[in-house]
């Protein structure tokens, strides 16, 4: 079982930045990919961000391609995602979630985990 929490959501203006964290516990977090999903009200969860097992390979939707980071230190069990140059369209509650496999993958349906959220709004 893994148990994942999230934290560094927040209220911040359009162009500004925002760090996410979340935190692990529970199988070793080497041994698996992690991802970062987002839903605003009345849409469909989406991917944001991947990252490979070992850190080596990671995969962004295009909408963030640029402004968005993800990284993670397999020491500390925590995965990152370095949020510039925020958007208002980047309004959203911000999930972690481990994946099943060491590869990334966009597909929801590949995370067995998911933390509860962080909250992420950007006021225009």
């Known amino acids: 079982q893994v148990r994942l929490v999230e934290s560094g959501g927040g209220l911040v203006q359009a162009g500004g930045s925002l760090r996410l964290s979340c935190a692990a516990s529970g199988r070793t977090f080497s041994s698996y990919a992690m991802g970062w999903f987002r839903q605003a009200p009345g849409t469909e969860r989406e991917f944001v961000a991947g990252?490979?097992?070992?850190?080596?390979?990671?995969y962004y939707t295009d909408p963030v391609k640029g402004r968005f980071t993800i990284s993670r230190d397999n020491a500390k069990n925590t995965v990152y995602l370095q949020m510039n140059s925020l958007k208002p369209e980047d309004t959203a509650v911000y999930y972690c979630?481990?994946?099943?496999?060491?590869?990334?993958?966009?597909?929801?349906?590949?995370?067995?985990?998911w933390g509860q959220g962080t909250q992420v709004t950007v006021s225009s």
């Open positions: 990252i490979s097992s070992s850190g080596g390979r990671k």
């Open positions: 979630a481990g994946g099943r496999y060491p590869a990334p993958t966009s597909r929801g349906s590949e995370y067995d985990y």
